[in-house]
């Protein structure tokens, strides 16, 4: 039996109680992911993603552990819900322009103290000032740097179109700007370098394009040492005391653990492993979170139909976006219905051991939104389900 066929038959034993659509996370495999983005830490604390976990009761277990430390998130709403739940350390990754969200920040002195918003535009200040609504508690601030690599005199951009904030003089100069005005306390920088950390570097059966993106890796994270070093020296100048510098994500751990400039990690879709995170060669790690789907029809010789199973991750569209048939092997979509809203057609030989009723399992293109679709997830160790958790959704929040 492979290792892939024993997984299936310990999923299958663990839940077959439970009715299909159903999404499990491995605990074993989730501990040992998690183990893994600390040792690839080298003693700089993780920063837990949160919009890659998407339930608190897995966002404790990993909090829990020694390593890790603190929350990203992706709204404010979310920020203070988990502050109000007791994360005592939040940090927000994106700007917003949630005005109640600010208010409630301004008039709570415990939210204020947990919550860190993100900034990279003086305008964004004036947003929150203006939504203080009476509120007088300081607001702490990160600043967000661009980490794209630009080649050709900047005709050639490559990275995530994020912070408009590039240089250090820019830096200072926004840090000079919270740094003078009343009510705001500069703590943070952040830096996601996500053509590093987001993108594969070992793409299945692209040898030429996997080289070319290692070469474009390797000159990137050059030239991102020398400037962020620069910027988190400028920044300091401004402000000494400056809490953290956060960098990274999962596919970058180490290397940006070892930059000097650089105080803490995130990291979130390390812990569950989904299929975009299958093509690199800087580490490898356990699929941690799966959902299933049932047999519902037998159209045929070497086809099966399963009972919906559309869930496409954001992105730009492509195939890589769409789950991935994982469990029994040898299933793949029809090109011509490919994973549907309300059924699924499955080819393979596979097939032709499948019952009705059996499941199918997948492993989605991206970690946290699988929560989306699900108000619970399944804990698997071993064999068995230990515990039965709400997702965000299970918990009556969608924050996006």
Not at 227 to 241: H, I, K, L, Q
Not at 354 to 367: C, E, N, P, Q, Y
Not at 368 to 380: A, D, M, P, Q, T
């Amino acid at each position: 039996m492979t290792p892939r066929a024993a997984d299936r038959a310990r999923f299958d034993r663990a839940t077959a109680h439970l009715d299909a659509p159903v999404a499990i996370v491995d605990l074993d495999a989730f501990d040992a992911n998690a183990e893994d983005l600390v040792r690839r830490a080298a003693g700089k604390p993780v920063r837990v993603a949160s919009k890659s976990v998407r339930c608190r009761a897995l966002l404790e277990r990993v909090l829990a552990k020694d390593g890790f430390a603190g929350v990203m998130s992706f709204t404010l709403a979310e920020s203070v819900w988990l502050a109000r739940s007791g994360v005592e350390d939040v940090l927000l990754a994106y700007p917003s322009a949630d005005r109640s969200g600010f208010a409630e920040l301004a008039h709570d002195p415990k939210l204020a103290a947990a919550v860190t918003v993100m900034v990279d535009d003086p305008a964004q200040l004036k947003l929150i000032d203006a939504a203080r609504d009476g509120g007088r508690e300081e607001i702490r601030v990160c600043l967000e740097l661009d980490t794209s690599w630009r080649v050709l005199g900047g005709r050639v951009r490559i990275g995530a179109l994020r912070s408009p904030l590039r240089t250090p003089e820019q830096l200072a100069e926004l840090a000079r700007a919270v740094d003078r005005r009343p009510g705001f306390r500069l703590v943070g920088l952040m830096a996601y370098e996500g053509h590093v950390a987001g993108v594969g570097d070992a793409v299945a059966g692209r040898p030429v394009r996997s080289r070319a993106i290692r070469l474009m890796q390797a000159a990137a994270r050059k030239e991102l040492v020398v400037r962020r070093a620069e910027v988190v020296r400028a920044v300091r100048a401004v402000v000494p005391d400056l809490e953290f510098v956060n960098g990274g994500g999962t596919g970058s751990v180490q290397h940006t653990a070892a930059e000097d400039a650089v105080t803490e990690i995130a990291a979130g879709s390390g812990l569950y492993v989904p299929r975009l995170f299958d093509n690199y060669t800087s580490f490898s790690a356990r699929p941690a979170a799966l959902f299933a789907q049932p047999v519902v029809r037998r159209p045929g010789v070497g086809v099966v139909t399963v009972l919906g199973g559309g869930y496409p991750a954001s992105g730009a569209a492509g195939a890589d976006r769409l789950p991935v048939p994982y469990l029994p092997e040898g299933l793949r979509y029809d090109t011509q219905e490919g994973p549907g809203e309300v059924q699924t057609p499955l080819l393979g030989a596979a097939a032709d051991d499948l019952l009705i009723g059996d499941k199918v399992w997948f492993r989605h293109a991206k970690a946290g939104e699988l929560c989306e679709r699900f108000e619970v997830l399944h804990l698997v160790s071993g064999d068995t389900v230990t515990e039965t958790v709400p997702t965000y959704r299970g918990e009556g929040y969608t924050f996006l």
